[in-house]
């Protein structure tokens, strides 16, 4: 399969040629749903939490699931190179209804699209990255991976455009989690993330670390985080499947701790580097 291969409802195309009705609903309502998974050397990392979200996701919007287990991952793999770290990117819309009406059309085939792009290094892996606080203004499906991503595209422009690179969401002085991140943070030597629910998004890495904490007797809780812990958190991270842990060293203008990834995220990211390498 040459690379720049995309999926779109049963064939395999390069990317150019991958064309869609503007009739379909994602464009017109983003009325759909995604998944982001990430494959390390053509593994594809915890597949099964990444389609059990899904199963989620579409729940949530009442979709009905286009494929089985296998189906998707016999879709994926021919997308998929055996040399580099990529993720697959699939999305699954309500379809092209015959005229942009915001009730369910009746029998109209999903449409289903999936890519597959490098992981690149992200930059600031290592030093860390400066994060703001805003009002999370978002609806109450957060836990639904839908397409529908305006709020958090203009919290994280907001962040970008205040020279930070990520904001983290605060919900009546509770913080939810990241523009497109989950959040953790150290309290009193204890990992602390808030609890899952239609506030957050249930990311998989979250999942992930909270496993290897336990696994390895690092402390933690699911608890709510209120902004005044936030703020004395000795350590604050975000984390996600393509950028992984990421440690916060400025918040508001305010240094972290010393300013730099601490020890707690130096352990937890060994740890997180040292399973994804027992996985290949
Ligand atoms: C809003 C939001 N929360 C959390 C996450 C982290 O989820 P995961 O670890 O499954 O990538 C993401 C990922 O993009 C996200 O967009």
Redo the contacts with the bound molecule.
Sequence with gaps: MASKAVYLNGSYMPLAEAKISVLDRGFLFGDGVYE?IPAYYGKLFRLDDHLQRLENSLAAIRLTNPHSRDQWQAIFAPLLAADKNQYIYLQITRGVAPKRDHAFPANVAPTVFVMCSDILPFADTDTGIAAVTMDDSRWKL?HAKAITLLA?ILHRQAALDQGSAEAILVKDGYVT??????VFVVLDGVLVTPPKGNA??P????DVLLELAEKNSVAWREDAISVAQLNCASEIWV????REIIAVVELDGVKVGEGVPGPLWHTMNGLLQAYKQSLL
């Design positions: 982001v957060c958090n989690e990241g523009a497109a991140s989950n957050i998004l990311g998989i890495t979250r984390t996600s499947s393509t």
